[in-house]
Each structure stands twice: as C-alpha cells, then as structure tokens.
C-alpha cells in the first residue's frame, strides 16, 4: 500500500486521548469528558462536575490495565485467590490510582494549565464507608499489595448503600448521621445489570431419591433476592495488572406488584423490593434486637451466596469438571463474616451441582482459609439456632452433617472426652443453642491463621486450643501490614520525596529497603530535612485542626495521637487519666516548666455501645475544661477530630509526634495503625500486645516507649484476685483524678454522668487501667522529656522508619502466596495502544 505521507515528512504520533499519558493528552481528555460525560462547559461546571471528569479520565487508564488482566487470567486459567470480607475500606480512588498509575504529577500539571487545583478536585471524592476500622481497611491494603504483586485475586464484598455512619459531635456525644456516599455517583465502579445471582431466605426443605438412586434435598425458600453485581478494578503500583472487587447490591427479583397496587394496597405493590433491598442497605445493621441479628445474617449469607455462585459461573466458562474447583480458586475468609461460605458452597456443590459429599467436603476444605482477627470470645459470632434455621434450613441441615462427621473424629483421637466434644462442636449446645461460625470455619478450613506473633500464640493457647491441639497443622501466622502506596507515599509526599532522594525509589514496592537510612540517622543534614517535613506535616493538621473544630494547636507542640475505634479494651479513657493528671499537676503548680502537648483523638463508637460513647463525651468534657483553662494557656490542649476516616487519617499519621497504641496486653489482635504511624515516623508509646510486640523487636527496645503489664502478668493479677479499689487508694495522684470526674468537675458539676465510668474502674475494671496508670504515666513523663531533646528525637524517628520494613502488606501477601494460597505472580502484557501513527 503506497505511504499517503510524502517522503522526508517526519512522522508525527499522537496519544490516544483514552490511554494517553502526557500532560496535553490529559488535560484534552479531561476537556473531552468534562463535555461529553458530564454534560456541562466551564463556565457553569462545578467542583464535582470536575472531580468526576478527571475520575474518568483515570479511569480510563485503569480499564485498559483492568481488562488486559481478565484477558490473561482467563486465557491462563490462572489460580485466583478470592478474598471474601464483609468490609473494604477502601479510602478515595483518585489520589491512589494516581500514584500507581505513575500520572500525579502529570495531572497536577495537567490541571493546573486548565486553571483547576488538583488538591481542591481531590477533596471533592465521597470516601466509600464501606467498612468499620482495621478489618476492612486491612482488606483493602491486601487487595493493593495482591494487585502491586501481580496476584490474580477478586474481592469480594457487600455494596452498602449507606456505610459506616457519619459521626457529629452535639454537646461532646456522638451522633451518628447516614452517610450517603452514593449521593453524586461512583465513577469507579462498573454497574453490571445482566450479572444477577439469586439468592434464597427461610422455607422449608424435602428430600428425595431420584432416578439414579441419589439421595437429593431440595430447599424451597419463602423469599427470593437477587444480588447485582457492580465491577470495581483495584490496579497495583506501576504494573499492568488491574484485579477485580466485586461488591453486591440486593434487589428483589420482582420490583413491583401490580396486582396489589391495583386493589389500593400501594405500599404491598413496593413491599418485596424494600424488603430485599434493605438487606444491602447499611453497614452493619444494629444488632442489639431480634431483627438486627436477623439482617446481619441474611447480609453475610448474601454476601457468601453471590461470591461462592459467581466464582462456580467463572469457572465452568473454562471447564465443566467441578473437581478441580479448589485448583483455579482458592478463598480467604477473612474473619468469621463470610463462614457461612463454607455451608454454602456445599450446598452448591452438592445439592446444585450432584457431587458425592465425601468429595464435595474434600473440594470445601482445601478452597478455604481462615484469618481470624480476635481473641475476644464475646467476638467469635455465634447464630441462635432458631433464627438460623429459620433464614437458612438447607444450611443447618448440612452444619448437622458436617458437625457429626467432625465429631466422630474427634472421638477417634479423644476417646471419652466429653467436655472436649462439647467445645469443639459446631453447635453449642448449651441452654441457648447456638450455630458457632468460628468453629464451622475452623473445621471447613484448610489453613487458619493469627495476625501477629502474639495473637497467633494466644490463639493455640485460649479461643482456639482445641482445634490447634486437633491439627496443628493448620495453623500459622500472618502479621498484618500496610500498603506504603496509599500510607506514605499519597498521604506524606515530602517524606517519600526525601527518602527517594536518598535511597531511590524501590522501596515503595520493597520496603525493606528503608534499612539504607539507617547511617542517615547520624547526618545533621538529612537529620534537619527530616524535622522540617514533621513539622510541615504538623503545621497541616493543625490547620485542619483549626478548620475543622476551631481549635488552635502550636504545631511546636508535641502531638500524640490516640486514632482508632472506640472500645475499653483499647483504652482511650486511660490517656484521659493522664491528661488529666498531667492538668492536675499544671492547676497545682501553674509555674511548672513541661513540654507543650497536643492529645489528638479521633474514632467511632459502635452504635449501640453507650460505654463507647461515654467515652467520646468524657475526652470532649476534658478537652472543654482544659482547652478554655488561662492556668495551663497553650501548654496543654485537647483535641477530638470528628467522623474519623481514611481521608482523616492521610492527614493525622504523617503529623504524628508519638503514636499511642495502649490496649490492654492480650486484647489487640494485630493493629495497622500501629505500623502507619511508625511508617511516618512517630515513636510508639505502648503495651506489648498485637503487632506492638514485633514493631518494638523490629525498631529496637530504645525507639518504644513500653509501660504496661503484659500478658503473664496480668494473668496473674487476676489469679491472685484483683483489685482496683485498692491500686486507686493507694495512689494518691489517681485517687485525685478520678474524684476530679466524678465530683463534676468536667461535666457541669453533674456527678452521675460519667458514674459508669468511674465505678467500673473502681470496682471491675476488666481492662486493668488502673493496673497500668502509673506505668502509663511514668512512661509519657519520659516520652516529653526526651521530645526536648530534639536531636535525639529525630534520629529515633528515622531509625523506627528504616526499619519498619517487615510490615508492608507487600510481605504479608507474600507469606499468605507461599505458605497458604499457593499461588503466583501472572505478568499481565499490554497491549500497545499509546499511540496511533498519523
């Protein structure tokens, strides 16, 4: 064919404005989607209109990478690991997918020529709720690092219509507010209308032998939903591979009944779809009544349904022999949320799909893990039996099955042992009968994990000692860790630009690389640089402090940060003691020379848990005295930073001073934000509990600050008989403080308001607060005096950062690949579409 370009003209290449990556390639397409998608020209296009056209312009740079990964995977028929969780929290989407996609500075460039501020189109992205704390924001940095890994994986999720609530703070108490994270749409989702799964409630159940002379049940359900798929890709750092998060949303199979509406019953014409759709409405329903625990369950068993269902359909596409279902997938559990899984895909299996159970089991038990995330034993879900038989008659008729199978065994390896029968059981059958998901995972597991050194050790010792006595095998350890892509490198640019100037930019995909700033701990220079981007870091939170609650903070100060989910054993009322010890002290010597503090707090209480919620009051009735006191001026304030989120946290880790990490030994599974903290470079003041134990190992005992009995110890407080009363009245200063709250003194003089808290402390006090208050506050005497000496300080702060190395979640998922999954890296090409010659 004859060239139409004549000769010695140079080829001109222009990109694709879908795929392109130069920054007028951007800016055009952003212009293109502005118009076309959104509809609007600038003149009239407002913040969102903009937010939204810059997200589908990365999108569609994702979709290319998206695509180009399923292609593989299928054509591969690549072994996929399916994380199934009832929470990811995933953070914003823009700001993440800029960094991995390697265009943050293209698009800031990009924008600014447009005359928009790309910080300002940032803020403007709803942060999807759709989990609750750590066990969902751990989900979402395991499906980063699967992706970064170039792991085959699909998440799989609820899509909440209404996540985790919106927290006010009215009169110092929190105030929960539906967070409409839908309101202006999802560019990053992927509706997928004609992907539909039906999903079965309640009934009742009949069993027959057919033809062939096959024992067949079949389950004829009162209520039928369907679940609609919606496509999210989760793309890894600078590498093709884009995987899959699949969340569903309920919906009634029929929408509405004209029938009924035609006889005058209009609100039984809408009654199905309001019915099913409830069942994806809102994170976590409050399950306090009957009806909470009702929709709970039928929201985990939705979930498990549709994943379990989808990942069948995925795989007979590519072969019609179910035997080998556990070779293509392979199913992490991610706490007891998704157990009923294991019932579920033996339904599938045997009763849809007519495999003999002995081989349905073998399939079953080596498709699932189990990660469990606490040694609380009130925590360990536990269905009664009537409401789960009721929902789910098939399934309790197969937990039967499986329970007497299991139990048979166990008698074979502990002849006689009652007791030890009673509590392996799947079925509790104490005076209120129970359905224990805990053990049905343990049982339909292959591999059961901890996620720490400690919490694995005390999980062989108390919730689980009888199934790691049966097969230890089973078990291992998996310490958590953090993606360092969303968690240093999007929320603390200044401290991953210092650090690639030094040491290059690998460490953002090998963190252990971070041990070559060790020598730089002693470089007055680098030393300087460091502190000038805390204090940068600080000087921005404190503006937000500033915006947000309309306090004002010395960015001089040192800020010690307690963010996390409110719970007692998590002890935020223990840092209250000390404050007010600490203002105490200043109203008894108001000359006393101390170093400037900022205490910054942030979390969400449960719904229904008023001890949680009096908490959050008493640091907001602390921080009201305190703050507007001449006697202690700026010496000591107070602050609680409302509706904590990811987005929040992007601005409080890397503006961290010390980072407080003061659970009760024996109670904190693992923690992250332990190990975001320390990334930023805060020093830790903690207990050794959770992943505390192996940060201070790996950091070294002189960079934490460690206070606090431990685990041994407090069991033998307890065996001796312990007694607070005795502690406060032997000790003067906390004698004081606790009689400071409850004569009124930071409740208006009303004595009876924060009685709950007070008097458990005295007379219980199940989380030995008042066992660690004087170690605690030794502890944060030390931590002040050294922050003085800022030299000091700063080396300590780069030496905790160089080697924090183990705990990205790069080398969690590595360990999970090898020793539970099975799995490896799939290297996903792509295909050249960058350019198009002209």
Not at 682 to 708: K, P, S
Not at 747 to 772: K, M
Request: proline fraction near 4%; hydrophobic fraction near 40%.
């Amino acid at each position: 064919m004859t060239s139409l370009i004549p000769p010695g003209c140079p080829t001109v290449l222009t990109e694709d404005d879908r795929t392109g990556t130069s920054v007028e390639t951007l800016r055009r397409a952003f212009m293109d989607n502005l118009f076309f998608v959104q509809g609007r020209f600038p003149e009239v296009a407002t913040k969102n209109d903009h937010y939204l056209a810059l997200a589908y312009t990365v999108r569609d740079r994702l979709l290319l990478r998206w695509l180009n990964s399923a292609k593989t995977y299928r054509d591969q028929f690549s072994r996929t690991v399916c994380y199934l969780s009832a929470e990811f929290l995933l953070g914003p989407h823009l700001g993440n997918n800029l960094i991995n996609l390697g265009l943050y500075d293209a698009v800031a460039e990009a924008m600014q020529q447009t005359g928009l501020d790309l910080n300002v189109l940032l803020d403007q992205e709803e942060e999807p709720g759709l989990g609750n704390g750590g066990l969902g924001r751990l989900a979402a940095c395991y499906m980063d690092s699967l992706a970064t890994l170039e792991i085959p994986a699909i998440g799989y999720g609820i899509r909440y219509e209404y996540g985790i609530f919106d927290q006010e703070i009215r009169d110092g108490w929190q105030v929960e507010i539906t967070d409409k994270w839908l309101r202006y749409g999802n560019p990053w989702e992927i509706a997928r209308p004609e992907l539909t799964l039906p999903v079965k409630f309640g009934g009742s159940t009949y069993s027959y032998t057919d033809d062939q002379g096959r024992y067949r049940v079949v389950w004829q359900p009162h209520q039928m939903v369907q679940g609609i798929a919606y496509d999210t890709p989760i793309l890894g750092y600078k590498v093709n591979t884009a995987n899959l998060l699949r969340l569903w949303r309920a919906e009634a199979i029929e929408s509405f009944d004209f029938q009924a509406f035609n006889t005058g019953d209009y609100y039984g014409a809408v009654n199905e779809k309001i019915a099913s759709e409830n069942i994806t409405k809102v994170l976590y329903p409050n399950d306090e009544q009957l009806q909470g625990k009702e929709l709970r369950l039928m929201q985990q068993y939705f979930l498990c349904s549709c994943a379990l269902q989808d990942m069948i359909r995925l795989y007979l596409q590519s072969s019609s022999d179910l035997t080998r279902f556990h070779h293509k997938f392979t199913v992490q559990l991610n706490d007891t949320h998704p157990a009923i899984s294991v019932a579920e895909l033996m339904r599938l299996l045997v009763d849809e799909h007519l495999l003999p159970w002995d081989k349905a089991w073998d399939i079953t038990r080596q498709t699932f893990a189990y990660t469990n995330h606490t040694l609380l034993p009130e925590a360990l879900e536990k269905w009664p039996l009537p409401l789960f038989g009721s929902l789910l008659p098939r399934h309790l008729q197969i937990i039967y099955e499986i329970n007497q199978r299991f139990l048979d065994q166990v008698r074979l390896a502990y002849p006689g042992d009652q007791e030890r029968l009673a509590r392996l059981s799947i079925i509790d059958e104490s005076e209120c009968r129970y359905v224990r998901m805990a053990n049905l995972a343990c049982v339909g597991s292959h591999a059961i994990n901890g996620v720490a050194a400690l919490h694995s050790e005390l999980l062989k010792q108390t919730v689980l000692r009888d199934f790691y006595e049966l097969t230890p095998e089973k078990f291992s350890n998996k310490t958590n860790g953090v993606t360092p892509r969303r968690w240093m490198v999007l929320s603390n640019p200044g401290l991953t630009q210092l650090i690639s100037n030094h040491i290059g930019e690998d460490w953002i995909k090998h963190l252990d690389q971070l041990r070559r700033l060790e020598p730089l701990a002693e470089d007055a220079g680098f030393a300087a640089e460091w502190h000038a981007v805390k204090h940068k870091n600080k000087v921005r939170l404190a503006e937000y402090i500033q915006q947000r609650v309309g306090i004002s903070v010395d960015p001089s100060s040192i800020f010690d940060i307690l963010v996390k989910r409110i719970h007692e054993y998590k002890r935020q009322h223990l840092c209250v003691l000390n404050i007010i010890t600490l203002y105490q002290r200043l109203k008894d010597h108001p000359n006393l020379d101390i170093t400037p503090h900022t205490f910054i707090f942030g979390g969400k209480a449960a719904p229904g848990y008023y001890k949680a919620k009096l908490i959050i009051k008493l640091i907001n009735s602390v921080a009201e005295v305190v703050n507007t006191d001449p006697t202690v001026a700026d010496r000591l304030k107070v602050v609680f930073l409302p509706d904590y989120n990811v987005t929040c946290g992007q601005r409080v880790y890397p503006a961290a001073d010390l980072s407080e990490q003061i659970s009760t030994a024996g109670y904190e599974a693992s923690g992250t934000g332990n190990m975001k903290f320390a990334l930023n470079g805060a020093l830790t003041i903690g207990t050794l509990d959770g992943a505390n134990v192996e940060i201070r190992e790996e950091v070294g005992a002189e960079n934490f600050f460690l206070f606090g009995n431990t685990v041994e110890q407090l069991q033998e407080i307890w065996r001796n008989g312990y007694r607070p009363w005795e502690i406060a009245n032997n000790n003067p200063m906390l004698k004081r403080v606790l009689d400071l709250i409850s004569c009124g003194h930071f409740s208006h003089g009303d004595t009876e308001l924060f009685r709950p808290i007070v008097e458990h402390l005295w007379q219980n006090d199940r989380y030995c607060l008042l066992a660690d208050y004087q170690s605690y506050v030794d502890c944060q005497e030390q931590a002040t005096r050294l922050y003085r000496d800022q030299k000091q300080w700063v080396k300590m702060s780069i030496l905790n950062v160089a080697r924090m190395g183990k705990f990205s979640s790069d080398r969690a998922i590595r360990e999970y690949c090898e020793d539970i999954w099975r799995v490896q890296p799939v290297h996903v090409p792509l295909a050249d579409t960058s350019y198009i010659a002209q």
